[in-house]
């Protein structure tokens, strides 16, 4: 039993560490370069309702690999006694300090640089009355990119890419 526990953990920090690698790669090399043309005020709002569809992907994906993480980590811990003279421990402690770091970075922009953006976005939109979903959004060319943004999430990164090149974004 206890073994089949260790085969479920180890899946699940590596299926959560994809998701959040994942999630920050599609986010910077997919999803930025389709939206740089146009225009930072849409480009933002676009971004920030994308942003709000994978937060609690990101999440769930963060939880896990923590909950997990430790459970690796206790369960190795008489291997890691002497943790610094160890390689293994040598190789965990760089690991942590890198996912602290990716961590830090994650609160920085969600509680730092997401209340500045949604400010410059529309100052004068009120608060919580800015588009927070799909049918909220007016501009029919914009509804068309984000259907297809999620249903890029639903499917593949392909179908993004064939979106966006058929509205000409990219």
Known sequence: MEKLLHTISGFLHILAAVTWIGSMIYSQFAVAPA???LGAPKASAINMIATGHFSPLTWTSLVVLIVTGTY????KAEKLTPFFQQPAGIVLFIKLLLVAALIVILLVQIYNYGPKMKKLINPATPKNQGAHNLSEVTDP???QMLKGMEMAARNNYSTLSQKMSNLGIV
């Open 35 to 37: 939206l740089k043309h």
């Open 72 to 75: 690796a980590t206790i369960d």
């Open 141 to 143: 060319k914009l509804q």
